[in-house]
């Protein structure tokens, strides 16, 4: 598939942000084949803050071949206009989008300004400083999230049993069974698939990403791990 061009004219066009705002994304109500719409606030990020989920995702070597539709939130001059971006957060996104109410997001790649246009060198000084700022705010930004959502792609076949085999572990309902499977004379042939299907689940991008031990043990709010398992 060809990648997705957006033309110049027609792309969105960030605003600028001052030193305590982040970009919170309006993820509008849809169905699941829905082009993706979504508003842009900018909000200062304090304890007044209004509840937000953050989305953590793999970014991958695909390029920006899908678009949503973007406007600027409150701002009845501002037209929907169109942005680029990854098959991976796009399938994300329609995962998280609800039918009847609006969902606020904070999505790295989108709330973060990435555009590469041709503009001149203040502007782009100007976008550079931005984004070192809005990284440096990442912690922050990630501890303040009433929820994290952790996409890690599209539903294989034995993606869900490896889930529903992680909610076991944490409950300890067979820690100590497979802790004990190596001083076992029969061995247990359902947790071995149920270990090979986590295997491979934590075989996926996500988790090879450098910075997920450091969400993990900084991050207070529930983990959630996404996966399309409708």
Known sequence: MPDFQVSIKKRYRYSPLYSDQVR?????????????????SPEKLDGDIIKY?????????????????????????????????????????????????????????????????????????????????????????????????????EESEDSAKAVQFIDRLVKLEDMYYIAGLERSSNFDYSIANDLGSLIKLLKRGWFNRRWVVQVTYTVSPTLALSLNTK
């Open 24 to 40: 919170i994304l309006h993820l509008q109500p849809g169905e699941p084949n829905d082009t993706v719409f979504v508003e842009i």
């Open 53 to 153: 989920s953050a989305l953590s995702w793999e970014w991958g070597s695909e390029r920006a071949r899908e678009a949503i539709r973007i406007k600027d939130k409150g701002n009845t001059d501002s037209e929907i206009r169109m942005m680029p971006i990854k098959p991976n957060l796009l399938a994300a996104l329609k995962r998280l989008r609800q039918r009847h109410k609006i969902e606020r997001l904070w999505v790295d790649a989108i709330c973060i300004d990435q555009t590469e246009l041709d503009d001149n060198v203040d502007t782009v000084k100007q976008r550079n400083l931005e984004k070192s700022n809005q990284i440096s705010m990442m912690t922050k930004i990630y501890g303040m999230a009433e929820k994290v959502c952790v996409w890690l792609g």
